[in-house]
C-alpha cells in the first residue's frame, strides 16, 4: 500500500475557492512520476464518484459537473497533485478523496471533507 496523504478540505460559502492536495510522501520521484492520479469525492448517502484525473502525461478528465470550475494539475518535483476548485457548490459538498493508481490498483487517502454552504 502506497501511503497517500491528503489535505486542504475547509468550509466555504458558495462562490468562493479551495485548493486540495494530495501528496505522496515516501514514492520516489521517478516513480510518482509514472503514476496516474485522481480525485473522488463522497457525499453524505451516495456513492464515491470520480471528479477529476491526471495521467502521467498531463492529460485530464473531468467529470460533467465540476467541468470549467475544477483544475487538476500535478508536481512531479514536490511528489504533489492538487485540485483547485472554483466557484464552489453546495452540491461539492463532500469529503474528498485522492487515489495515486499504480500498477491499476487505487491507493487511497483519508479523505479531506469539504463543506460549501449556500
Known amino acids: 500500500q502506497v501511503p497517500v496523504v491528503d489535505s486542504g478540505g475547509g468550509s466555504v460559502q458558495a462562490g468562493g475557492s479551495l485548493r486540495l492536495s494530495c501528496a505522496a510522501p515516501?514514492?520516489?520521484?521517478?516513480?510518482?512520476?509514472?503514476?496516474?492520479i485522481a480525485w473522488y469525492r463522497q457525499a453524505p448517502g451516495k456513492v464515491r464518484e470520480l471528479v477529476a484525473k491526471i495521467a502521467p502525461d498531463r492529460g485530464t478528465n473531468y467529470s460533467d459537473s465540476v467541468k470549467g470550475r475544477f483544475t487538476i494539475s500535478r508536481d512531479n518535483g514536490k511528489k504533489r497533485a492538487y485540485l483547485q476548485m472554483n466557484n464552489l457548490k453546495s452540491e461539492d459538498t463532500g469529503v474528498y478523496y485522492c487515489?495515486?493508481?499504480?500498477?491499476?490498483?487505487?491507493?487511497w487517502g483519508q479523505g479531506t471533507q469539504v463543506t460549501v454552504s449556500s
Open positions: 515516501t514514492t520516489i520521484l521517478s516513480v510518482f512520476s509514472s503514476d496516474t
Open positions: 487515489s495515486i493508481i499504480r500498477y491499476g490498483s487505487d491507493n
